[in-house]
């Protein structure tokens, strides 16, 4: 069983950046892949990037593309998304998730089997 905690959410204004974290534990996370959704009021959860825990490998929304990155450090079993020139439309609750997944599933929540609390990030005009 595979426990996720987000942190790093906040309040900040347009143009802004900030770092969202994803720390993992209890289990192995060889063979998975990671990513991160974010999901605003009245709206699903959408796909903003993924990585491949043992690869490296990064996907990417292209709503987000050039302006977030994600990275893991396997040391820490730790995933973060590092976003840059925020836009009030990036505003949600934003998870991270996990599971054994195959490429082509990696962009849609209901193939992830583990996720985290949610963390609010709050772009303003």
């Known amino acids: 069983q595979l426990q996720l905690v987000e942190a790093g959410g906040g309040l900040v204004q347009a143009g802004d950046s900030l770092t969202l974290s994803c720390t993992i534990t209890?289990?192995?996370?060889?063979?998975?892949?990671l990513g991160w959704f974010r999901q605003a009021p009245g709206k699903d959860r959408d796909f903003v990037a993924a990585i491949g825990w043992n690869d490296g490998r990064t996907y990417y929304a292209d709503s987000v593309k050039d302006r977030f990155t994600i990275s893991r450090d396997k040391a820490k079993n730790t995933m973060y998304l590092q976003m840059n020139s925020l836009k009030p439309e990036d505003t949600a609750v934003y998870y991270c998730?996990?599971?054994?997944?195959?490429?082509?599933?990696?962009?849609?929540?209901?193939?992830?089997?583990?996720w985290g609390q949610g963390t609010q990030v709050t772009v303003s005009s």
């Open positions: 209890g289990s192995s996370l060889s063979g998975y892949r």
């Open positions: 998730g996990t599971g054994r997944l195959i490429l082509s599933s990696i962009r849609y929540a209901n193939n992830y089997s583990y």
